[in-house]
């Protein structure tokens, strides 16, 4: 299919294409190495959420990821040996940057 691109730089997208998209759809424009234009559906994120999808964030969620299923994770039957456990970490954090 062969679509133009007019001088002020719009297309139309045939409506086969956009099929599944609604009206006011965000679409990323790429050129790629090879020339090819690629447009890209974005979700538009809630800016009070933006902070999960920063790649930091993203990283971190990996690893937690990995960390579960390597089976490095703690159960506890309540919320006072879980409090608990918290709270001999971080003694023993301190015990360590003090050096006692």
Do not use: C
Request: hydrophobic residues 40%; without cysteine; proline residues 2%.
């Amino acid at each position: 299919m062969i679509i133009r691109l007019s001088a002020r730089g719009t297309v139309t997208i045939p409506k086969h294409l956009r099929r599944g998209l609604s009206d006011n759809t965000l679409l990323e424009a790429v050129r790629r190495d090879d020339g090819v234009i690629e447009l890209r559906p974005q979700a538009v994120i809630d800016a009070d959420q933006a902070w999960f999808w920063t790649e930091r964030w993203q990283q971190m969620e990996r690893e937690a990821d990995e960390d579960y299923a390597a089976g490095r994770f703690k159960t506890f039957d309540d919320v006072e040996s879980f409090i608990a456990d918290l709270e001999a970490a971080v003694d023993a954090e301190d015990s360590k940057a003090t050096g006692d």
